[in-house]
């Protein structure tokens, strides 16, 4: 989809048919939002603001927005990391 100029069209039909948002999908979560914030930064910030995925591989997908200069939402990932990592280690 990516060489044939689709992203858009993917990304559509994928967010159409992709209603659960589990653990089984995690992957295809992280890839659609990978290559979003490389081809069309706008539809990744959309998703995010929807709260469509929560299951993505943050890490990841924090490193992308990151290199596309998208700062606003890193500084959002790696909060949400560490409030995780703060709950479950009892940091706090």
Known sequence: ???QG????AT???LDNLKQ?????AGLQTKVLLVN????PQVADAIFQAKLF???DQKEV???CESAGLYQRVNFLFLLILLIFD???GLG
């Open 87 to 89: 709950g479950i280690l």
């Open 21 to 25: 948002n589990t653990d089984e999908v």
């Open 1 to 3: 989809f990516v060489q």
């Open 54 to 56: 929560t299951r993505y």
């Open 62 to 64: 924090g490193r992308a």
């Open 6 to 9: 689709l992203v858009q069209q």
């Open 37 to 40: 914030i490389q081809q069309a």
């Open 12 to 14: 559509s039909a994928i």
